[in-house]
């Protein structure tokens, strides 16, 4: 693209565009970046920039990108039936085959699915699943959602509302009431003298008495996602999830994972849910389902409260774009080639064990105070100007750092004071070479420059 054409695009966009999730001052300052194509585990911006994608679009291109049998797959579907809905006793093959395929993937007792577009949508329906089961079960009183303090469910009111991230809730008066927050596992922005799995017995025994305080009738289910992605890449410490699974099943309390980022593979497992025998009641996925080619969520339920949500009859609830057929097929092709080539046990066995000895190697460097991850996720806290355990009210070392790592030829996510990682799960070990050497530069010169 020419620099005229690039201008005039950046030009467009300013005059007609908002952006999710952006600073639009900053974006004004600094312009756009526009990214035009991208191939394996590589993207190439408009100004001829050639940049490693350590976060997989964002934690979801898990098949790297420009895979034929996707788009093939796609445009067969296009061509056959590109849409119909699935509303009126109808539907299309491929979300069957989906939808049948899941429930033969999926942890425990997970039988049935709902399709939607996108993870929030997913959450959402999650919600309404659980209000109208219990409104059935004759328990109407039973409404109030618990959440964690780090989570990330999405931007619609009900999983705005669930996410525990001021960002996103302050500036739109949220959470809607009913909406109860509990303790996230995080040690390290706790500045608590606890050790991980103390801290993690802290958070149950928190969360024990946050439930008993609003009374557990009153209490419908609890969202959790097995590792806390968007909140800042947040491992269960030992013992936790089990701990916090358990006080569910205690006080009737459903247990939702949202599986968002974990489901399909990245933590080397098909499911999060399975590393730590969750037997979630309920689970949301989205991204890695179709490793991102084509917007898709899916909420699943417990074969029985699927039955008994059913036998009711008329089930107001879906989208337009619930179970389109071309999603589908898109995410049927995805699941292929993760089957194929094995790539959730290659998560599992090498390129996840790579990542986190390379990951772990920054431990020692002056500028990193944690490392964090699992499988083909990580996180480097970095350490503030003041030094690690200082107060740190707005700063936002991490963005500064993610834009250095641009400029070193990698692409990284900088979330308050740390960086995240996921790559796709093709990614080669030279590649990964590649993607720590770039993070070690962004380090020193962090470092140099703080
Ligand atoms: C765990 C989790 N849940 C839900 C969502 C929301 O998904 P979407 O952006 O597709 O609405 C995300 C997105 O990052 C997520 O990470």
């Given at each position: 693209m020419g620099n005229a054409d690039l201008r005039q695009l950046q030009k467009l966009d300013q005059a007609s565009h908002i952006h999710p999730f952006t600073n639009h001052n900053d974006l004004a300052a600094l312009g756009t970046s526009i990214i035009e194509r991208a191939e394996g585990c590589w993207v190439f911006d408009s100004e001829g920039h050639r940049l490693l994608d350590g976060l997989a679009g964002l934690w979801c291109v898990n098949v790297g990108y420009g895979r034929h049998e996707i788009i093939e797959a796609v445009h067969r579907q296009m061509l056959r039936l590109p849409y119909y809905c699935s509303f009126f006793n109808t539907t299309n093959e491929p979300a069957i085959r989906l939808a049948d395929r899941l429930s033969r993937l999926a942890p425990g007792r997970l039988r049935r699915t709902m399709f939607c577009g996108s993870g929030s949508e997913a959450n959402e329906t999650a919600i309404k699943v659980i209000r109208a089961w219990n409104r059935l079960r004759k328990r109407p009183q039973k409404t109030k959602l618990l959440s964690r303090k780090f989570s990330y469910h999405g931007v619609t009111l009900g999983a705005a509302s669930l996410t525990g991230l001021p960002s996103v809730t302050d500036p739109f008066d949220l959470p809607l009431p009913g909406f109860v927050q509990v303790p996230g596992p995080h040690p390290y922005a706790a500045n608590t003298d606890l050790d991980s799995r103390a801290y993690g017995q802290w958070c149950v025994e928190e969360t024990a008495r946050i439930i008993e305080r609003e009374g557990p009738h009153t209490i419908a289910a609890l969202f959790v996602e097995p590792v806390q992605g968007a909140g800042g890449v947040i491992c269960p410490p030992t013992g936790y999830l089990k701990s916090l699974r358990q006080i569910c099943r205690d006080h009737d309390i459903l247990f939702v994972a949202d599986?968002?980022?974990?489901?399909?593979?990245?933590?080397?497992?098909?499911?999060?849910s399975e590393l730590w025998d969750l037997d979630p009641d309920l689970m949301t996925l989205a991204k890695g389902i179709t490793s991102g080619y084509l917007p898709l969520g899916a909420t699943m339920l417990s074969e029985q409260m699927g039955d008994e949500l059913l036998k009711?009859?008329?089930?107001a609830h879906g989208f337009t774009y619930s179970s389109h057929p071309t999603c589908a097929a898109a995410a049927l092709a995805n699941l292929d080639l993760l089957e194929k080539e094995r790539l959730v046990d290659r998560v599992r066995d090498e390129s996840g064990p790579y990542f986190q000895s390379r990951l772990r190697?920054?431990?020692?460097?002056?500028?990193?105070?944690e490392v964090r991850g699992m499988g083909l996720i990580g996180a480097l806290e970095l350490v503030p100007k003041a030094g690690k355990g200082a107060p740190k009210p707005d700063s936002a070392l991490g963005a500064k750092a993610a834009r250095i790592a641009r400029e070193e030829g990698v692409i990284v996510r900088g979330i308050r004071d740390l960086i995240a990682m996921s790559p796709p799960f093709t990614i080669s070990r030279e590649e990964q070479g590649t993607l720590f050497a770039a993070v070690r530069r962004t380090l020193d010169r962090f470092h140099a420059e703080s």
């Amino acid at each position: 693209m020419g620099n005229a054409d690039l201008r005039q695009l950046q030009k467009l966009d300013q005059a007609s565009h908002i952006h999710p999730f952006t600073n639009h001052n900053d974006l004004a300052a600094l312009g756009t970046s526009i990214i035009e194509r991208a191939e394996g585990c590589w993207v190439f911006d408009s100004e001829g920039h050639r940049l490693l994608d350590g976060l997989a679009g964002l934690w979801c291109v898990n098949v790297g990108y420009g895979r034929h049998e996707i788009i093939e797959a796609v445009h067969r579907q296009m061509l056959r039936l590109p849409y119909y809905c699935s509303f009126f006793n109808t539907t299309n093959e491929p979300a069957i085959r989906l939808a049948d395929r899941l429930s033969r993937l999926a942890p425990g007792r997970l039988r049935r699915t709902m399709f939607c577009g996108s993870g929030s949508e997913a959450n959402e329906t999650a919600i309404k699943v659980i209000r109208a089961w219990n409104r059935l079960r004759k328990r109407p009183q039973k409404t109030k959602l618990l959440s964690r303090k780090f989570s990330y469910h999405g931007v619609t009111l009900g999983a705005a509302s669930l996410t525990g991230l001021p960002s996103v809730t302050d500036p739109f008066d949220l959470p809607l009431p009913g909406f109860v927050q509990v303790p996230g596992p995080h040690p390290y922005a706790a500045n608590t003298d606890l050790d991980s799995r103390a801290y993690g017995q802290w958070c149950v025994e928190e969360t024990a008495r946050i439930i008993e305080r609003e009374g557990p009738h009153t209490i419908a289910a609890l969202f959790v996602e097995p590792v806390q992605g968007a909140g800042g890449v947040i491992c269960p410490p030992t013992g936790y999830l089990k701990s916090l699974r358990q006080i569910c099943r205690d006080h009737d309390i459903l247990f939702v994972a949202d599986e968002v980022i974990t489901g399909f593979g990245r933590l080397g497992s098909w499911f999060g849910s399975e590393l730590w025998d969750l037997d979630p009641d309920l689970m949301t996925l989205a991204k890695g389902i179709t490793s991102g080619y084509l917007p898709l969520g899916a909420t699943m339920l417990s074969e029985q409260m699927g039955d008994e949500l059913l036998k009711a009859g008329y089930f107001a609830h879906g989208f337009t774009y619930s179970s389109h057929p071309t999603c589908a097929a898109a995410a049927l092709a995805n699941l292929d080639l993760l089957e194929k080539e094995r790539l959730v046990d290659r998560v599992r066995d090498e390129s996840g064990p790579y990542f986190q000895s390379r990951l772990r190697e920054f431990s020692t460097h002056p500028s990193v105070a944690e490392v964090r991850g699992m499988g083909l996720i990580g996180a480097l806290e970095l350490v503030p100007k003041a030094g690690k355990g200082a107060p740190k009210p707005d700063s936002a070392l991490g963005a500064k750092a993610a834009r250095i790592a641009r400029e070193e030829g990698v692409i990284v996510r900088g979330i308050r004071d740390l960086i995240a990682m996921s790559p796709p799960f093709t990614i080669s070990r030279e590649e990964q070479g590649t993607l720590f050497a770039a993070v070690r530069r962004t380090l020193d010169r962090f470092h140099a420059e703080s």
